[in-house]
T-cell receptor, first 115, second 114 residues
Framework: EAGVAQSPRYKIIEKRQSVAFWCNPI?????LYWYQQILGQGPKLLIQ????????DSQLPKDRFSAERLKGVDSTLKIQPAKLEDSAVYLC?????????????FGEGSRLTVL | LAKTTQPISMDSYEGQEVNITCSHN???????ITWYQQFPSQGPRFIIQ???TKVTNEVASLFIPADRKSSTLSLPRVSLSDTAVYYC???????????????FGTGTRLTIIP
């Protein structure tokens, strides 16, 4: 079974530039998550989708971050404009319907460095 | 939001049994307890999940007392490859879909010594 795919693995940009990350979840997984993990910290949930609807985006900095999940499959997370403090690994995860399984499957992440 | 408290770091020798305890005093009735393992440059990986008493799988055991205010992850006979960060999570239901919002803490950095 293919896992969660993310790209790019690494990205270096200057502050005020924009960047986009892509995620392809495991086939059949209705729930998709984007987490931000700053060095030395645990992952922080940014946004959670159920199919193509947003379940929770309370910790997403909406003035600069946006995410979409068109057609309920792939998802894109965008940052515009980037700040130095956005340097982190952006992890995508997916799971089956929430009440059935509480196991999240994570991708390898996209490491962002903002200079 | 349910919150968890874990030791920041632990060291153990190869071949030993390692127990990592997590406190979750405000756990709700419908919450499950889940543990994840994370290696450097990788995403977290599911280890084990439980609601009460004891759960065992091929890699670990999870002990949950009757009051469910804490849980202990037990790793038998650890090896160098078990060096990782271990996260304890408690389920938190949000939204109209009843999905759980899983909040990660800072985790426990386990170092296995040869």
């Amino acid at each position: 079974e293919a896992g969660v795919a993310q790209s790019p693995r690494y990205k270096i940009i200057e502050k005020r530039q924009s960047v986009a990350f892509w995620c392809n979840p495991i086939s059949g997984h209705a729930t998709l998550y984007w987490y931000q993990q700053i060095l030395g910290q645990g992952p922080k949930l940014l946004i959670q989708f159920q199919n193509n609807g947003v379940v929770d985006d309370s910790q997403l900095p909406k003035d600069r971050f946006s995410a979409e999940r068109l057609k309920g499959v792939d998802s894109t997370l965008k940052i515009q404009p980037a700040k130095l403090e956005d340097s982190a690994v952006y992890l995508c995860a997916s799971s089956l319907e929430g009440l059935v399984s509480r196991e999240l499957f994570f991708g390898e992440g996209s490491r962002l460095t903002v200079l | 939001l349910a919150k968890t408290t874990q030791p920041i770091s632990m060291d153990s020798y190869e071949g030993q049994e390692v127990n990592i305890t997590c406190s979750h005093n405000n756990i709700a009735t419908n919450d499950y307890i889940t543990w994840y393992q994370q290696f450097p440059s990788q995403g977290p990986r599911f280890i084990i999940q439980g609601y009460k008493t004891k759960v065992t799988n091929e890699v670990a055991s999870l002990f949950i007392p009757a009051d469910r205010k804490s849980s202990t992850l037990s790793l038998p006979r650890v090896s160098l490859s078990d060096t990782a960060v271990y996260y304890c999570l408690v389920g938190d239901v949000v939204g109209n879909f009843g999905n759980e919002k899983l909040t990660f803490g800072t985790g426990t950095r386990l170092t296995i010594i040869p």
